[in-house]
């Protein structure tokens, strides 16, 4: 599961900010890729549609630990962990 | 507001479990049959119910008749961002969710974003011009502008002006949890601790009128709206802009008349979200400079939420008591102070002050920015 998640949170990361997705690593940034806020909400919503998941993201708490957004990698295990407790 | 009561709790509306955001500022205890006749509800969405039964106690307490030239020249500007919003989201779950073939007759008139408008141009025999206008969160604050114009340039004697929004819906409110910028649990304008905004609904109604007309006639004049500003930040569809508002409270003084230092509050748009706080708080340092620390600035939206297109009209509620009773409306719920908001919010408890002019800001998604200044009598 955990490739899989990890390609495809990059694709969907790559597609909103516009960039291939060779050029994301698990220790890029948003800021790296310029996602700002905005970005990120359309990036969240998709990876709700792929994923169906519900991702406790608010604009106003970037910083809050329930979904890690500092790193890709973060968010990938951020996502694993939504996806794992839906199965759960 | 003068007693900072909460209007904010749970919503109780239908299939309110699939939604993340549960909270908002209803009106409650509001019984539409109290108000209305039932061929006249078929024709009245609940943002125009609240507009007409606040237009009726708005021109009972200005004691004006409308007949004549009077009623010719005067109109009714009302700020709406959704309309009838609760008959669009019924009639969709009609047609969409439960396949029905069939809506009411009257969808249409009611939904209308003009319907409150000419509806209270209907009651009242208000023959001028008579429209809504629709830019989001300065709807109202647009409206009121507008009012002001068409009095100062002669055009009216008198118009009736203010808001109304009800998007207190399933569809409504999961429009705006889309944006993640809704707070689960609260409105703490300018408080660290905020994280976002809560949505109400509700409508204020004023009668705004020409000075001389109004003093030859001896009325109760409230206040006096002095000046007002508009901008466009033509920057970002969504985050707001520290120029943007900052240009628009300068031109709203510069309109009245009025020096930096002559203002005593500031009703600020103070969403509780934090890109708006923290522009706001800076544009505000940015126009007032010293005297920003002298100022009293509140956000009344802690306790009444934002009603979006009818929020400037409430908001001005605030304004006039500041003026009129020398209360000032507190922030309620702060409770760390933000760096990045270093303003006097007046936290959680009124104070009696004297204050000779005063402004009302409202800053909308799209950027555009609408300014009211007023002053005592």
Known sequence: MTQLVKQKLREIIAAQAMVDVADICDATTPQQLGLDSIGLVEAVFAIEEHFDIQVPFNANEPDDPRFDISTVGAMTRAVEALISQNSA | MQQGRLAIGQLDILDVERLTIRIGAAV???????????????????????ALVAAREAIAQSGLLFSGELAEKTG?????????????????????????????PFVVPRLMHNAAAS????????????????????SSNHAMGQAFHLIRSGACTAVVTGGADSMLTFGG???WEGLRVLSPDGCRPFSATRNGMVLGEG??????EDYDHARARGADILAEVAGFAMTSDAADIVTPSKSGAARSMRLALKDAALNPEDVGYINAHGTGTMANDKTESAAILDVFGQHAERLMVSSTKSMHGHLIGATGAVELLAAIMALRD????????YQIPDPDCPLDVVPNTARSATVRAVLSNAFAFGGLNAVLALKAI
């Open chain 2, 28 to 50: 409650k205890s509001f019984s539409p049959d109290v108000h209305f006749t039932k061929p006249e509800l078929a024709f009245l969405d609940r943002f125009s119910q609240l």
């Open chain 2, 76 to 104: 009714v500007i009302l700020g709406s961002a959704g309309g009838g919003m609760q008959t669009q989201d019924e009639n969709y779950r009609n047609v969409y969710q439960d396949g029905k073939n069939r809506v009411h």
């Open chain 2, 119 to 138: 509806q209270i141009s209907m009651a009242f025999n208000l023959l001028g011009p008579t429209y809504c206008v629709a830019t989001a969160c300065a």
């Open chain 2, 173 to 175: 409110i999961k429009a």
């Open chain 2, 203 to 208: 409508a204020a109604v004023f009668v705004f």
């Open chain 2, 326 to 333: 020398g209360v000032i409306a507190p922030t309620i719920g």
